[in-house]
């Protein structure tokens, strides 16, 4: 199932020539930079449709919720360091699926509100944010070793692709604001979302490029 996206186009504002300090049509110029920016970034593409069932494996790392700049540094380290991964998922090739591209998942697991004692340790309010680096396999696949998976059931999941190659995050804020645009769907990010990365990210070593944008959602009730 799928459904289209209404485009809505962004322009700058328009100015009438008149005298104003320069410091004001500087900073005009500058907003006028960032609104063509924003009209250039659109969503190349955006559908929601039935997704899985999936095993998703790969590789993980764990970061206090919620983003931060160092656990965004931690998750680019690891999409920049993980051609050893794909090469790995390449000897599964067996078990591809249609969904081939390279992902980084990001879940939420343990959440402990008041403290928690864990043998002899007494671990504090903590909830944890995943970025796993893989692919979504077929149901069942073996996990090799030193690998983590993610069972991932039959689900709706809203797909949106980007036009340009660098939007990173923008990509993220498109595909959100295209699901809260839906009459019968709402975004479910808690199950999970995912970042589409760039096939050349493993070689470039510049963290992430995010090239699309994956969320699962959940069907209203009407």
């Not at 470039?204 to 699962?216: D, E, H, L």
């Amino acid at each position: 199932m799928s459904e289209s996206i209404n485009k809505v186009e962004q322009t700058p504002e328009s100015y009438g020539p008149r005298k104003r300090p320069e410091i004001l049509n500087m900073m005009d110029d500058a907003a006028n930079s960032m609104f063509q920016q924003m009209e250039n970034l659109i969503l190349k593409n955006f559908q929601i449709v039935k997704f899985g069932p999936y095993r998703f494996i790969g590789k993980s790392v764990y970061a206090r919720a919620f983003f931060d700049v160092y656990s965004e540094r931690m998750f680019d380290y690891l999409v920049a360091n993980s051609e050893g991964i794909f090469e790995r998922l390449d000897g599964l090739n067996e078990y591809a699926t249609n969904e081939n591209h390279n992902f980084g998942l990001q879940t939420w697991e343990w959440f402990n509100n008041e403290g928690k004692q864990h043998y002899d340790i007494v671990c504090g309010k903590s909830e944890l944010l995943g970025y796993t680096v893989g692919r979504f396999m077929r149901a069942g696949t073996p996990v090799p070793d030193g690998m983590n998976y993610f069972d991932i059931p039959e689900m709706f999941v809203a797909q949106g692709w980007s036009s340009r190659i660098d939007t990173s995050e923008n990509i993220e804020n498109l595909t959100l604001k295209a699901i809260d645009q839906q009459t019968e769907f709402r975004r479910a990010s808690h199950k999970f979302i995912a970042d589409v990365l760039s096939p050349d990210i493993t070689t470039n070593g510049s963290g992430r490029s995010v090239i699309g944008y994956y969320c699962a959602c959940e069907k209203l009730n009407k």
